[in-house]
């Protein structure tokens, strides 16, 4: 079925070491997404993808890295893991950014535990 | 800067109608006001967005006030599998997103169904 799909759902590493997620979608849209969702702070924007090639830092950009060779991929690397990337990890996307009926489809998240 | 005010938790009967408000006083003339939800364990996923008048889909309802400064989700007959944090999002153009913006989450309200 065509989707989003994150990898892996589960992971657990430790403090230094990277760590990279995997986002990809099947409906060739534009723009990609990564959030964080920690108890207490909601949704929060790491970075975001207007196309391939094309990055941009959102509200807690530090600590992370991502890219976008491809426009169905849109991997977060976390160069050097510390326990306050602890989180799940939230890869969206969308083919209308800024449009009138632009809507996110999310994937279903990677619980990242840093020990 | 594009800021909702939601209550933190709602409880609702099942098969009994359910009115989440959310207050948005600073909104722009443009703004759309988008409705997200987000089951147990899953990501968010679109409910329904309108921009001034009434809007409708199989989901739900949302009613927008004269001065578009709050609006309600309204769902018409909850089911245990309405229980979920329900988010009511501006786009933000102040702090990223370069001039489209960004849908930016908060924390939402977490609706409880009871049987």
């Known amino acids: 079925d065509a989707g989003i799909t994150q990898s892996p759902r589960y992971k657990i590493t430790e403090t230094g070491r990277q760590v990279t997620l995997m986002c990809h979608q099947t409906?060739?849209?534009?723009?990609m997404f990564w959030y964080r969702q920690d108890l207490g702070h909601g949704l929060r924007l790491i970075y975001y993808s207007a196309a391939a090639d094309i990055t941009d830092k959102g509200e807690v950009p530090d600590g992370y890295v991502v890219s976008r060779s491809k426009t169905e991929n849109f991997p977060l690397t976390l160069e050097s893991a510390t326990r306050s990337q602890t989180s799940v990890y939230f890869c969206a996307s969308s083919d209308l950014q800024g449009a009138v009926d632009e809507k996110l489809f999310f994937g279903s998240g990677t619980q990242l535990s840093v020990l | 800067d594009a800021k909702t005010t939601q209550p933190n938790s709602m409880e609702s009967n099942e098969e009994e109608p359910v009115h989440l408000p959310c207050n948005h006083s600073?909104?722009?003339?443009?703004?759309?006001i988008h409705w997200y939800r987000q089951l147990p364990s899953q990501g968010p996923e679109y409910v329904i967005h309108g921009l001034t008048s009434n809007v409708n889909n199989r989901m739900a309802s949302l009613a927008i006030a004269e001065d578009r400064k709050s609006s309600t989700l309204i769902l018409h007959r909850a089911t245990l599998r309405d229980a979920a944090v329900y988010y009511c999002i501006l786009r933000d153009f102040m702090n990223y997103g370069g001039s489209q913006g960004n849908l930016i989450f908060g924390k939402g309200t977490k609706l409880s169904v009871k049987p």
């Open positions: 409906w060739s849209h534009s723009y």
């Open positions: 600073t909104i722009s003339g443009t703004d759309y």
